[in-house]
Structure formats: structure tokens, C-alpha cells
């Protein structure tokens, strides 16, 4: 077993969390933006302690099954990953041509007007409601990675999760994915609730 991965089995939990674009705006059909998730996933993997166990993106949503090696840090990870996807999506619309453009602008800034925001523009919807999974309870965090991972499935994308490349299904298939994932061994954490 990786010493990741024997650290998570030590962990009390760790969190599945779904961001959403506000008005489900579809943004992430288009690669510019989607880089844009992998990078800054990869980024806070290495910079900021996250550790992401599955995840999927979509277009109008990205799930994750995480934690931070912070205590307490995750929520904190949220609100600078938002920060920073929604300005790196912004500049992206600036320079890109996607006809879509103007109307994600207005759908974006009305968001946030209606919040009544500092921010001009408001990218992902502010509530994500984690829910926080005991690394105990094994069949449940085997049943959200399943979930996580079928979510292309159930949208007729693909035929079979680790087909879709934005997502960590690949990286549960052996093969290596864009983010860097820790893979749960389900065996092996399986065989240590037992002899605990």
C-alpha cells in the first residue's frame, strides 16, 4: 500500500462534493475550459495538500471525492478553487472565440447580482453540500466512485467510464489519467477494517 494511501485509511473521512456552474451553463464542452480544471485540480493536489481520490467533470459540473491533508482545509480549498477556476474561465472567455460568449457573460454577472456579490461574475454556484464519508464505511466510498465514474455512462458519452479522459475512471483501470488521483485499494482497506 502507498504511504497516501495508508494515510487515508488512517483518516476519520474524507469528502464528496459536487461543484455546479450557476444555471447548469454547459461551459466545460469546450477543452480551453476543461484544461482549466485539470491544471488547477493538479495544481492544489501539489500546492495546497488537496488529495483527490475520484472526480469527474462534466459539462456543467465536476464531482470529487477529496480531502485535504489540513484538517479543516477543505472548505478553504473550495472557496480558493472557485476563486481561481472562475478568474482562469473569465480570462479564457476573454481571449477565446466561442459564440456562446456574451450570453455565458450575462448569465454569469446576473448570477451575481442576484447574490448581491462583490464579484462582477459568479462562474459555480455557492453552495456545494459535501458530504463527508468514513473511510470505515468502505462499500459506500466504493459505491461514490462508482458514481463519479459512471456519470459519462449515464450520459451516453461513452460505453465505459475510463473511455471519458476527464475523470479519474483511468486511473482506477490501471491507465494514467490528467489529475493526479490517489486510488483507493478497496481490497486492502477492506482487509484493514478487518484486522482493526
Not at 476563486?83 to 472565440?97: W, Y
Amino acid at each position: 500500500m502507498n504511504e497516501k494511501m495508508e494515510q487515508s485509511a488512517n483518516a476519520p473521512a474524507c469528502s464528496y462534493i459536487t461543484f455546479n456552474t450557476v444555471d447548469w451553463v454547459d461551459i466545460f464542452v469546450r477543452p480551453v475550459y476543461k484544461e482549466i480544471i485539470v491544471e488547477e485540480l493538479n495544481c492544489f493536489i501539489v500546492s495546497k495538500g488537496l488529495i483527490v481520490y475520484a472526480w469527474v467533470l462534466m459539462s456543467n459540473h465536476l464531482h470529487l471525492l477529496a480531502r485535504n491533508s489540513d484538517p479543516g482545509g477543505l472548505a478553504r480549498i473550495e472557496r480558493d478553487f472557485k476563486k481561481v477556476t472562475t478568474n482562469r474561465i473569465l480570462e479564457a472567455l476573454e481571449s477565446e472565440t466561442d459564440h456562446r460568449r456574451d450570453w455565458m457573460l450575462k448569465r454569469f454577472e446576473h448570477c451575481s447580482q442576484s447574490l448581491k456579490r462583490l464579484e462582477r461574475f459568479q462562474v459555480w454556484q455557492t453552495c456545494s453540500n459535501p458530504s463527508f464519508i468514513d473511510f470505515k464505511e468502505v462499500f459506500k466510498l466504493k459505491e461514490k466512485v462508482l458514481h463519479i465514474h459512471e456519470n459519462p455512462v449515464r450520459d451516453g458519452i461513452v460505453d465505459r467510464p475510463e473511455e471519458y479522459i476527464f475523470s479519474s475512471a483511468r486511473d482506477y483501470a490501471g491507465e494514467k489519467g490528467l489529475v493526479r488521483t490517489t486510488v483507493i485499494d478497496f481490497k486492502e482497506l477492506l482487509r484493514m477494517m478487518i484486522r482493526t
